[in-house]
T-cell receptor, first 117, second 109 residues
Framework: NAGVTQTPKFRVLKTGQSMTLLCAQDMNHEYMYWYRQDPGMGLRLIHYSVGEGTTAKGEVPDGYNVSRLKKQNFLLGLESAAPSQTSVYFC????????????????FGQGTRLTVV | KNEVEQSPQNLTAQEGEFITINCSYSVGISALHWLQQHPGGGIVSLFMLSSGKKKHGRLIATINIQEKHSSLHITASHPRDSAVYICAGTLNTGNQFYFGTGTSLTVIP
């Protein structure tokens, strides 16, 4: 029962480098989210997806791209990393709308600590 | 102004004390979540509630929809309860969580 798995757990990038964070869930959840967590601030939504093949912008989407080619995977890409993107990134998933009833209990990954130098 | 406000921001308690963490929100939500985050660790969902009260072991969560307020209580606190506790609300659309900034709890033996 893996739940939500994020890879990698830690990464150091140089400014301008690119990388992709992978989030995988094995609960058949429709909804997946990418958040960043910074000191003194609540979790902020970067992008989210309400189903395979769909993505949408969240609160802080600039500098990030996402893809949801398979239902179980949600990828977060940084094309040209900047020091302002130094943060801890969390992926989460939830069932979404099950018929007329919302089930928004969220399951989170362990986080990815990214440092951009 | 954050849509979800938590208090206190930091809390230190002696082992065995009864602890209360408060959460107030200004948006219309369909569910309120309490999450736990241990140092250097991931985030775990403790409760999801839309009315009334839920209990799990020594943890109790309550919500008052009319007053837009929720509380998380920990009875007989223990050092392993030391963590950051985060409340979050979800809208009726289910595709947006509003997070509080968290309450950092330290329980001293």
């Amino acid at each position: 029962n893996a739940g939500v798995t994020q890879t990698p757990k830690f990464r150091v990038l140089k400014t301008g480098q690119s990388m992709t964070l992978l989030c995988a869930q094995d609960m058949n959840h429709e909804y997946m989210y990418w958040y960043r967590q910074d000191p003194g601030m609540g979790l902020r939504l970067i992008h989210y997806s309400v189903g395979e093949g769909t993505t949408a912008k969240g609160e802080v989407p600039d500098g990030y791209n996402v893809s949801r080619l398979k239902k179980q995977n949600f990828l977060l890409g940084l094309e040209s990393a900047a020091p302002s993107q130094t943060s801890v990134y969390f992926c989460a998933s939830s069932y979404g709308n099950q018929g007329l009833r919302w089930n928004t209990e969220a399951f989170f990954g362990q986080g990815t600590r990214l440092t951009v130098v | 102004k954050n849509e979800v406000e938590q208090s206190p921001q930091n809390l230190t308690a002696q082992e065995g004390e009864f602890i209360t963490i408060n959460c107030s929100y200004s948006v219309g939500i369909s569910a309120l979540h309490w999450l736990q985050q241990h140092p250097g660790g991931g985030i775990v969902s403790l409760f999801m509630l839309s009315s009334g009260k839920k209990k799990h072991g020594r943890l109790i969560a309550t919500i008052n929809i009319q007053e837009k307020h929720s509380s998380l209580h920990i009875t007989a606190s223990h050092p392993r309860d030391s963590a950051v506790y985060i409340c979050a609300g979800t809208l009726n659309t289910g595709n947006q969580f509003y997070f509080g900034t968290g309450t950092s709890l330290t329980v001293i033996p």
